[in-house]
C-alpha cells in the first residue's frame, strides 16, 4: 500500500502559480504511475495529469500547457506546476499512484487526502 500526502496548495490571484507536491511513503514508489485529479464544487473529480514510471506525461485538455507533471523518484515525489491559473481551476487536488498508468487515469489505485486550490478573479 502506497501512502500519498499532497501539499502546496493554497490561494492565488488569476494569472498566477502554484506548484503541488506529492509525497509517498510505503512500497517502493519510483516504478509506479502517478497521476493528478481533480474535484471542483458540485462537480465529479476529473483526471488532469498522468506521469509514467520512465516520465511520459498526459494532460486533460483543459490544463495542457498550462500545467506540468514531473517526478522525483530519488524523494518519492511527484509535482504539478500550475501557471496562467484560472478561477474554473479552483478544485482540491488530489494525487493518484498505481504501478499502472491506464489505472491512474480511470481514477483506480492509491490517493491522497487532498490539498485546496483556490483561484481568485
Known amino acids: 500500500q502506497v501512502q500519498l500526502v499532497e501539499s502546496g496548495g493554497g490561494l492565488v490571484q488569476a494569472g498566477g502559480s502554484l506548484r503541488l507536491s506529492c509525497a509517498a511513503s510505503?512500497?517502493?514508489?519510483?516504478?509506479?504511475?502517478k497521476g493528478w485529479f481533480r474535484q471542483a464544487p458540485g462537480k465529479e473529480r476529473e483526471f488532469a495529469a498522468g506521469?509514467?514510471?520512465?516520465?511520459?506525461?498526459y494532460y486533460a485538455d483543459s490544463v495542457k500547457g498550462r500545467f506540468t507533471i514531473s517526478r522525483d523518484n530519488a524523494k518519492n515525489t511527484v509535482y504539478l506546476q500550475m501557471n496562467s491559473l484560472k478561477p474554473e481551476d479552483t478544485a482540491v487536488y488530489y494525487c493518484?499512484?498505481?504501478?499502472?498508468?491506464?489505472?491512474?487515469?480511470?481514477?483506480?489505485?492509491?490517493w491522497g487526502q487532498g490539498t485546496q486550490v483556490t483561484v481568485s478573479s
Open positions: 493518484v499512484a498505481d504501478p499502472s498508468l491506464s489505472t491512474v487515469v480511470r481514477g483506480g489505485g492509491s
Open positions: 510505503g512500497r517502493t514508489f519510483s516504478s509506479y504511475a
Open positions: 506521469i509514467t514510471w520512465s516520465g511520459t506525461t
